[in-house]
């Protein structure tokens, strides 16, 4: 059978439905074979496999992850897509296409109802980009057992994930992600696989789920806290966005101090030098100070 992807197919696809691109929808669709079989390659796609994909688009990623897998779940915003979905995913009796915002989706509830939980849970998806951050804390929130998502991303998105401490790219983005998954930046992906082109550069991202946490903490939400003040002003020191997210009083500041010390981190030290485990430890410490 043709594949969706064939540039021709795929303009054919588009005439007969009169589909006009949305660009606010992030659609860039892709029309490379060659990479879709990456992307699927990446995946470790078997028929042990439930997989998650979102924005299927016309279907054309979709169709290579349904050849390997056991089943594909797919969210899709726009409900123009959905005659278009249902035509050119007729022949793929594993494929469900859900009419809706991966955002606001209940992933837990919706995994239950489609996938037997007898199979391994991956995720792979050609990303709208305009909301490639909201997406990826969604999925990692969603605290599904993930065994390998395979996304593509704007470039510079996929370095902030892949980000050591010390690089410029390094953030919270970097610090959320890797405390999940082994983080390996795959390949770059031209422009000129896509319809219609993106201003920016693509990158293929595959995350493997960890066993445990990188680290583990005392209490999440103020290591969560933490790692997002540090890094609210770049520019600053950790010591001045410390401050900040936790307050100026003199009782806050001793207690910020003393935790420091123990952590043994130099006040005038700038978020992006500490390691993940690092902003556990201080984590740790300043949890200890009741602040
Ligand atoms: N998978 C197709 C491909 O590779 O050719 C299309 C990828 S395109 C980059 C992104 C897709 O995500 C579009 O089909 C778009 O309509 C859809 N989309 C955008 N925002 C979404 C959201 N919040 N939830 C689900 N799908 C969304």
């Known amino acids: 059978m043709e594949d969706i992807a064939n540039p021709e197919r795929t303009r054919k696809i588009l005439k007969r439905y009169g589909f006009k691109f949305k660009k606010s929808l992030g659609q860039n669709f ?27 688009g016309i279907g054309s990623l979709t169709e290579q992850i349904a050849r390997k897998a056991h089943k594909v779940l797919s969210f899709e915003i726009d409900e123009r897509l959905m005659p278009v979905l249902k035509d050119t995913l007729n022949h793929y009796h594993n494929v469900t296409v859900l009419n809706q915002d991966i955002l606001e989706a209940d992933l837990q509830t919706i995994i239950a109802e ?25 999925l990692l929130e969603a605290g599904l057992p993930i065994d390998r998502m395979v996304l593509m991303m704007q470039k510079e998105v996929a370095e902030r994930i892949n980000a050591d401490p010390g690089s410029k790219a390094y953030g919270s983005l970097s610090i959320a992600v890797q405390l999940h998954s082994e983080v390996k930046l795959a390949f770059i992906v031209p422009k000129t696989a896509f319809m219609p082109q993106p201003n920016v550069d693509s990158a293929i991202v595959e995350l493997v789920g960890r066993q445990a946490p990188l680290v583990t903490v005392e209490n999440q939400e103020l290591f969560d806290q933490l790692v997002r003040g540090a890094f609210a002003q770049r520019r600053k020191t950790l010591w001045n966005n410390l401050q900040n997210q936790f307050g100026k009083q003199d009782e806050v500041k001793a207690a910020l101090t003393v935790a420091l010390e123990q952590a043994d981190i130099a006040p005038s030290t700038r978020a992006e030098q500490l390691s993940i485990q690092q902003f556990a430890q201080l984590s740790d410490c300043i949890n200890e100070q009741s602040i």
């Not at 699927?40 to 042990?48: L, M």
């Not at 199979?119 to 490639?132: E, F, G, Q, R, S």
């Open 30 to 56: 892709l029309t490379n074979i060659t990479i879709l079989k990456q992307i699927v390659e990446a995946g470790e796609i078997t028929k042990d496999d439930d997989v998650i994909e979102i924005g299927p």
């Open 114 to 138: 489609h996938f037997d939980g007898q199979h391994n849970l991956k995720i792979v998806a050609n990303l709208p980009y305009y909301i490639t951050t909201p997406i990826m804390l969604h």
